[in-house]
């Protein structure tokens, strides 16, 4: 009866530790110059969990125990997911994503007094940047 009892205490036991959230925390660089990347979006995917790094590319973040695998995006880098694999800290480096755009679209919308809406979109291409001349307001 004992050995029953020990055997089930020891069950629950294992399968709380299991369950248990546990916190990741870690740096998030540049792999070019290895300077703090602030603002960068940490999520546990399939999850609503996410923070983002501080000035000095600083995180931490609870994830639930099920879960295994940590995604980091910031604008102009490629997404990466990190498996945790029992680690506490994860450092990553992000690598730039450059991409070149070819157009800009601009949309505006404006009201009128009689309260109908109009809008206006506009197509400017890189063509049209290229003889502009640059000035500067210096006194």
Request: aromatic share 6%; charged share 20%; net charge negative.
């Amino acid at each position: 009866m004992k050995k029953l009892i020990l055997f089930l205490f020891s069950m629950v036991f294992t399968v709380s530790v299991i369950a248990q959230d546990r916190t990741i925390t870690g740096v998030i660089t540049d792999a070019n110059d290895g300077d703090p990347l602030p603002g960068v979006t940490v999520v546990v995917p399939g999850t609503t969990i996410g923070v983002s790094t501080n000035v000095e590319g600083e995180y931490s973040i609870r994830v639930p125990g099920e879960r295994n695998r940590l995604r980091f995006s910031f604008v102009g880098f490629r997404t990466h997911d990190e498996q945790i694999d029992g680690r506490t800290t994860i450092n990553v480096q992000l690598e730039e994503d450059v991409q070149l755009l070819d157009d800009i679209v601009v949309v505006g919308f404006g009201a009128l007094p009689r309260r109908q809406i109009t809008s206006s979109i506009s197509r400017v291409t890189s063509d049209a940047f290229a003889d502009v001349s640059l000035t500067t307001a210096e006194q």
